[in-house]
C-alpha cells in the first residue's frame, strides 16, 4: 500500500522544510534578534505570496478534483495580511507597494510569478499544503514571539488567527486526512511531491533576500522598533 500523501509530504519535504525554517532571517526574528520591521517586512512578501496563491486558486482550482477536498475559504489569508499592515504600516500601504517605498524582494516577486504564470493542479495543492499547514503551525509560533519580542500589537497578527477554525490541531489532522483521500495518479503525486519541495525552497529564498537586504530594508520600512 502507498505511503498516505501526507506522510510522503512529511518525509520528502523534512530537508527543505528544516533548511526554510533555520534560515538566518527566521533565526533571528524568532529568537528576539530582529526587529518591529522585519517582522513588516515578512508580513510584506506575505501579501504578494498570497494574493498570487488565492488568486489562481479561487479563478481556476475551487471545484478541481485535486483541490476542492483541502479548498476552505477560511484558510484565505489575504484580506487577513492587508489588515496586519494597516496596522503596521498605514491605511496608505498599496501606495508604498506600488512606487517601491514598500519594498518587494526580488524573491518574492519570482514565486509569486511562478505561482501566476506556471500553476497546475499539482502545483497549487503543494503550495496550498506547505503554505497554509504552515501557517496553521509554525505560524502560530511566529505570532506569539513576534508579541514577545517586538510587540507586535494584536490588530497585527490577523494573519495567524483563522476565524470558524476553534481547534487548530483537529483542523490540520482533517486537512491531512484529506489529502490522503484525494484520488490521484502516481504522476500526479510524484509531481505534487516536487512542487511542495519547490514552495519550501522559495520560501527560503524569500528569507534569504531579506537576510541579504536586512538593513535597508528596515529603513525604507519606515517603522521605528
Known sequence: MATPLSVALRDRTAAAHKSAE?????????????????????????LVIYRALETVLHAHYRHHPLIAAVDDRRLDRVSEIERDLTTLVGSDFEVRLADGSLPIREATTAYARMLREEHTPE????????????????????????????????????????????????????????????????????????????AFEHNEAVFADLAAAKDPLHTAAGVVS
Not at 533555520?22 to 506575505?46: I, N
Not at 503543494?126 to 500589537?153: C, E, F, M, T, W
Open 123 to 198: 502545483m497549487v495543492l503543494a503550495n496550498h499544503y506547505v503554505r497554509y499547514l504552515g501557517d496553521l503551525s509554525g505560524g502560530q509560533v511566529i505570532a506569539k514571539l513576534a508579541q514577545r519580542h517586538y510587540a507586535v500589537p494584536e490588530q497585527a497578527l490577523h494573519f495567524y488567527h483563522f476565524e470558524g477554525i476553534e481547534k487548530l490541531k483537529v483542523y490540520k489532522d482533517h486537512y491531512r486526512s484529506a489529502l490522503d483521500n484525494i484520488d490521484m495518479t502516481n504522476g500526479q503525486r510524484k509531481r505534487v511531491l516536487e512542487h511542495a519541495v519547490r
Open 22 to 46: 533555520t534560515s538566518s532571517f527566521v533565526t533571528e526574528l524568532l529568537e528576539g534578534r530582529a526587529c518591529y520591521s522585519a517582522f513588516t517586512m515578512l508580513a510584506t512578501q506575505q
